[in-house]
């Protein structure tokens, strides 16, 4: 009679040898090793960032006032031509900038929120399979186009059809205005909301659409108080995440809305941005001794600020809000 062996006692039909062993732990441990200094690097190379910054931000506000810098109303950057120049300290209140950034984000945002959205849910909810397949890639070219050639639409287009209808209305719209620049920048904007708002609709899981239609509710109404609610944290997050992007954005601004330090919250005029003036100081062959040069690190230490702000808020509603789903 032959004897088999249980299975519970058969030997693994290849061994791994302990010399084996010993090499694969010691390049799991180099993985580790590489992975972590991948980390290290990306977070040295940011405090090496905000560090650069920091101290020559610092070498500013010991020239002016961090209250002038942050309070004041005019802004007028200036250098000495010759000794004694009259006005040759110039104006560093950063209100007009802050202010001129706020209008065109708020412009930019009223134009790709809502149309974001609305594709998000049509992609997500009614869209069939093959129509998301080819209507999502198409959307998201938008975020691809470079920025310039936003500008160019941006002035070529946008802004004199803007004139010809104010003109037509009796409004005063100026050639470069908040108002074009944030058209354009609205539009470059809504891939951003589009895309991340409808990942988020799609992570909501189907029983809960199944649960609301066993009740009676339609499409749309499920829409509205199932699937809308239940992704809202993460939707917050993919808006607050946009702004940021708006709130850097240069050159749609540059082409599109000038460089006039203007004291106003009217959309139909010239207006500039943090990002704007940043890359106006910076230009040409400048001594980083003179305040006009140091203006340009507090502008980009307050950017800084703002949009790290943005996203710990945006941060925070996500993980305080989201649900978790099994």
């Known amino acids: 009679m032959m004897m088999t062996a249980s299975p519970l006692h058969t030997p693994h039909p290849h061994p ?6 010993r090499i694969r732990r010691r390049i799991d441990g180099a993985v580790v090793v590489l992975l972590w200094l991948a980390a290290a690097v990306s977070v040295l190379v940011t405090l090496a960032i905000v560090f650069s910054v920091l101290v020559e931000a610092v070498r500013f506000f010991r020239i002016v006032p961090l209250s002038d810098f942050l309070f004041g109303l005019q802004w007028s950057p200036q250098m000495a031509m010759r000794a004694n120049q009259a006005g040759s300290s ?7 900038l802050f202010l001129g950034t706020l209008l065109i984000t708020l412009v930019a945002m009223a134009v790709a929120i809502p149309i974001g959205l609305l594709s998000a849910i049509y992609l997500a909810e009614y869209a069939h399979r093959r129509t998301r397949a080819g209507l999502k890639p198409m959307l998201e070219i938008l ?3 470079p920025t310039v ?3 160019y639409f941006a002035i070529m287009l946008v802004a004199p059809l803007l004139q010809e209808l104010g003109a037509a209305l009796g409004l005063d719209i100026a050639a470069e205005s908040a108002l074009a620049a944030g058209l354009v920048m609205g539009v470059m904007i809504i891939p951003f909301v589009s895309s991340l708002s409808d990942d988020i609709l799609i992570a909501v899981p189907q029983s809960l659409r199944d ?6 509710a339609t499409q749309s ?6 699937v809308f609610p239940a992704a809202l944290p993460g939707i917050m997050g993919a808006i607050l995440l946009a702004v940021s ?3 850097g ?5 540059v082409m599109a809305a000038g460089m006039a330090s203007n004291l106003t919250f009217n959309p139909l005029k010239s207006v500039t941005t943090v990002t704007v003036q940043i890359v106006a100081l910076l230009v040409g062959d400048q001594s980083f001794d003179s305040p006009k040069t140091l203006a340009a690190f507090a502008l980009g230490l307050a950017l800084f600020c703002v949009t790290l702000a943005l996203n710990v808020v945006a941060l925070v509603i996500v993980n305080k809000y989201k649900e978790k789903y099994e």
């Open 143 to 145: 975020a691809g186009i």
């Open 211 to 216: 649960a609301s239609y066993s009740l009676g």
């Open 16 to 21: 791994i040898p302990q010399e084996g062993r």
């Open 245 to 247: 992007r708006a709130i």
């Open 149 to 151: 050639v936003y500008g």
């Open 249 to 253: 954005e240069t050159m749609i601004v």
């Open 221 to 226: 109404e499920t829409i509205k108080k199932v």
């Open 90 to 96: 110039g104006a560093f209140g950063a209100v007009p």
